[in-house]
């Protein structure tokens, strides 16, 4: 540094100035050898301490410049250390956070690389266990749906007089060794139905393998002569068979139109269905020319004009005291003011 250089040039100034005088002394002497000698001595001790001047001063040069160059290092390695913290804070967060994360984590890891045998093995056997499960349903579902294991084995009919139980399994079509539960029992019933003399029909399956056929049939409550026929009819005023003979008291249905969608037709037979069973006994024919002109002939010929089918059970009422009146014709179509003509 310069102050430095200074001192230095001074510091060899005043040793040249030292010499000097130290000459003029030694000459003043006369030249006597000590003095020579001491002369001598003087100028290796002021050439030494010029060297040793000179190297102080380099060396104070060289100091002073290697703490300038190490301040500016120092400085600039500050800065740069304070930029790198910047910049690597996040991924230094980040470091703490999983550094945490696996801090926490490391006893879990623990327990399970201890526990590592039985529960990987405890893994596999609930794997197995969930694939016979799959395969066992799979089986028992094919044997039950597609196998005759479940199959039927019997068909049982209920219900039946009129009708053969050889006609209603004809019908159902129900084949041994079905699977019970694709049997499809309403088809089965609807091909039943068809028959003619079946009113209403059920199948139930019966486990393990057994078919109820349960029928209900027609039951006539009138015959209607067609030609030399004679045709049963239901409550419904369905014409649904022909006889040789018919049941016993069944009275005759004189109309030429019967069908269930006749209203006449179905006045006809809601009347007689709902006569006592004392009155029915006599009646052996029944006709309606509309639905609000039903008459019935007794056994003895009398006439009964009943009108409606409304009021039935009142009308009933009425013509029993009524009949015993002489008389041929008795119309109870108006119940409140019954009369007796003949």
Known sequence: ??????GGDRARRGTSRNTRGRRSDGEGTGGSGSRGRRGAEDRAETDATERAGTARTRGAEGTARTGATRTARTRAGAAAARRARGRAEPGARATRDSSRTLTRRRPRTTRRTEAGGPTRSRYL???WMAVLVVLSVVAVAY???FTSLLGVR?????GTREIAKDDVLEAAAIEHGTPM???DADEAAARVAKLSRVFEVVVERSWPSTVEIIVTERVPVAVRKVGAELHLIDVTGLDYAIVKTPPPGLPTLAMDDVRPGNPATRAAVTVLRSLPKQLRTHVVAVSAATPGDVRLTLADGRVVRWGSDRDNERKAAVLAPLLTRPGKTYDVATPDFPTVAG
Do not use: H, K, Q
Not at 1 to 6: I, L, V
Not at 154 to 158: A, I, K, N, Q, T
């Open 1 to 6: 540094m310069p102050g430095t250089a200074r």
């Open 154 to 158: 019997s068909v049982e009919v209920v």
């Open 181 to 183: 539960v694709r049997l």
């Open 143 to 145: 044997l039950v749906m």
């Open 125 to 127: 056997a609930r794997r």
